[in-house]
């Protein structure tokens, strides 16, 4: 996408790396009902560049930790 020169948006792209890495697991609690737990590390490559105050201080690699119910219908 191209911006006009004197566009309030800039005329860049930029590729950032990042991956996830998990599992999970599925506990039958009867034929119709499951509990699910997931666990998920998630790393970015982020340098934060626009906040030269940031840079080497913040890290955004964090978990993820979901939970839920599965109901099946007969």
Do not use: C
Request: no cysteine; proline share 7%.
């Amino acid at each position: 996408l191209d911006f006009p020169k004197d566009s309030l948006f800039e005329d860049k792209t930029t590729t950032d790396f990042g991956w996830h890495v998990g599992g999970g697991i599925e506990l039958p609690i009867s034929p119709m009902v499951k509990l699910t737990g997931d666990l998920r590390f998630i790393y970015l490559d982020y340098k934060f560049n626009d906040l030269p105050d940031t840079v080497g201080k913040v890290k955004v690699d964090s978990y993820q930790v979901s939970a839920g119910i599965l109901f099946y219908l007969p």
